[in-house]
């Protein structure tokens, strides 16, 4: 290359390349990737299959300081998605049911909730980016660009095809099809609560009563977010779910039988403060998400056509929720997507490169928090190795 010529002399006429995106999957991983790339001047459309947005992936989420600097360059203040900024993580020792000593720690980022975050994300996409009730399919191409197939009918085709649509991601299933969800052996029980256990309470406080149990809960806006992990086998989950866990991966309010909230009220008497018992007790909007692993990704982008497909987020890789890593892979790797686009659209990177620099970037860090679920399980004394 002639380092003698200037930036501009080097890159004129191959800026502003246009490039189409669909993004499929529209509640955290999906949305921050299209505002990164809006931002970018890329066009971006995001279909979610849902016509009205719920929270699936989890309540109360640890974002970490790259997803929060990703979320303040978006210009998304986080007071809008924090409602208790605390740092501190109480690890609470319980025996007897009682609290017998204390640590506390710091955490290197801040908690949110998937509504708050969910709706500072929707609220900031331009009116028609995100369009709902549009289920992908399918994926061809005919000697062109990547075109999906939706469960209406219709197609769309576009250069690239951004899969973040969770867990039991279609174009994980299209692209990746090897690597199958596998059950982990125990549940996440989740509660929304309009009570809290202490009046004053504003730190997130982790107990572990005794070996293969682990109850976490910290003050959401209107109460307090739980999640209890309890083992459970595959009947019973389906018994108490209405599905197999690799089928039903996440169990709605309306999935919990009498059965399964029974289940988890009798061991939170059994394990639990009082206090907290009566707070589960108490919780009437119920959910649970079965602990699944999956093999490491080997791969994060797919040539189709002649264009792209490319996975991220929980449908990269969904990891174990004590990692605290689902959402914050997502973030980090839309930004790490949105930075490799911008190269190649205002300065004529390869695209190819660009896409395959950015998987050597993130797949390792996909890798590894796939791989520390179990260890982290495994020393809870939750699911198999
Ligand atoms: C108990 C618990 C605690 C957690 N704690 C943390 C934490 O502290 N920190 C952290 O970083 N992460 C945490 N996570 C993980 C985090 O919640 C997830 O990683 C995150 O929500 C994944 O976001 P996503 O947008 O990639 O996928 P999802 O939230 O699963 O969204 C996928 C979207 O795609 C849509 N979709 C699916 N199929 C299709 C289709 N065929 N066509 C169109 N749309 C489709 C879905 O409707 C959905 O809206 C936790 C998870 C749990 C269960």
Redesign the pocket.
């Known amino acids: 290359m002639d380092s003698n010529l200037a930036p501009t002399a080097r890159t004129s006429g191959v800026g502003n390349r246009r490039l189409t995106v669909a993004v499929?999957?529209?509640?955290?991983?999906?949305p921050v990737t299209a505002l990164l790339l809006l931002r970018a001047g890329i066009d971006v459309t995001v279909?979610?299959?849902?016509p009205v947005?719920a929270p699936?992936?989890?309540?109360?989420?640890?974002?970490e300081h790259i997803a929060l600097d990703v979320l303040d360059r978006l210009d998304i203040p986080q007071r809008d998605f924090v409602a208790y900024d605390s740092e501190t993580i109480r690890q609470v020792a319980v025996r007897d049911r009682q609290p017998t000593h204390t640590v506390l720690r710091t955490y290197p980022g801040r908690n949110t909730t998937?509504p708050l975050l969910h709706r500072a994300l929707a609220a900031r996409l331009p009116a028609g980016v995100l369009r709902k009730g549009?289920?992908?399919?399918g994926l061809t191409h005919h000697a062109g660009p990547p075109i999906l197939h939706f469960a209406d009918g219709q197609t769309e085709p576009a250069d690239l095809v951004v899969f973040?649509?969770?867990?039991?991601?279609?174009g994980r299933r299209l692209l990746d099809p090897d690597r199958k969800l596998r059950y982990a052996g125990y549940v996440?029980h989740?509660g929304i609560a309009t009570s809290i256990p202490q009046p004053d309470m504003r730190d997130f406080v982790r107990m572990e009563p005794c070996p293969g149990v682990q109850f976490n809960v910290a003050p959401v806006p209107g109460g307090c977010d739980w999640?209890f992990y309890l083992g459970c086998t595959p009947a019973t989950y389906e018994q108490h779910f209405g599905a197999a866990p690799t089928r039903r991966v996440f169990a709605l309010p309306q999935h919990i039988t009498p059965a399964a909230r029974a289940h988890v009220d009798e061991h939170a008497d059994h394990l639990l403060p009082p206090d907290h018992a009566a707070v589960v007790h108490a919780t009437a909007t119920r959910m649970a998400?079965p602990v699944l692993d999956i093999d490491p990704p080997t791969r994060m982008v797919w040539p189709v056509g002649d264009g792209h497909a490319v996975l991220l987020?929980?449908?990269l890789a969904?990891?174990r929720?004590h990692t605290?890593?689902?959402?914050?892979?997502?973030i980090e790797q839309a930004a790490g997507l949105a930075a490799a686009l911008t190269q190649h659209r205002r300065y004529g990177a390869n695209l190819p490169t660009a896409l395959h620099g950015w998987q050597r970037r993130h797949l390792p860090t996909a890798v590894a928090a796939v791989q520390q679920g179990p260890v982290i399980g495994d020393k809870l004394g939750l699911g198999a190795r």
């Open positions: 499929i999957g529209g509640s955290l991983t999906g279909y979610e299959a849902t947005s699936l992936g989890g309540g109360l989420i640890g974002l998937w549009m289920r992908v399919t973040a649509d969770g867990r039991s991601s279609i996440a989740r999640t998400v987020g929980d449908a969904p990891v929720p605290a890593r689902g959402a914050n892979n997502g």
